[in-house]
């Protein structure tokens, strides 16, 4: 079980992040989480941790995903409606004109590759 929390630290943390949640609001209840769970919470939240401190440039990555996921599964406002209209066609449209110039200077350079490649023959 270590093993696959390691492999799947991040994940594995948001469980434990989870547990740790859900222990946390049902204090003072007669509910009562098994030994097992908190353990396994434990050790998650330890190799978040653990994760966070030896690549906390993944981890910061891995947190922006998270948040951008949380953001677009929530219902979009009126504010964000009038800020963000035309963006995306604006977004798109940028994003087809960088790939149109990358794909001609792929096409340009492969031209002069094969072009030496005919010289040095």
Not at 6 to 33: E, M
């Amino acid at each position: 079980m270590n093993d696959a929390i390691k492999r799947n630290a991040i994940p594995a943390g948001l469980i434990g992040a989870g547990i740790t949640w859900l222990v946390l609001g049902r204090r003072g209840t007669d509910a009562a989480i098994p030994e097992g769970v908190a353990d396994a919470a434990a050790r998650a939240g330890e190799t978040v941790e653990t994760t966070y401190r030896s690549y906390p440039l993944t981890a910061g990555v891995a947190a922006a995903l998270a948040g951008a996921a949380l953001a677009f599964a929530l219902p979009m406002g009126e504010r964000e409606r009038r800020v963000l209209t035309g963006v995306g066609e604006k977004l798109g449209e940028g994003l087809k004109l960088t790939a149109k110039g990358t794909t001609s200077g792929v096409k340009r350079a492969t031209k002069q590759v094969a072009g030496r490649a005919r010289r040095q023959k």
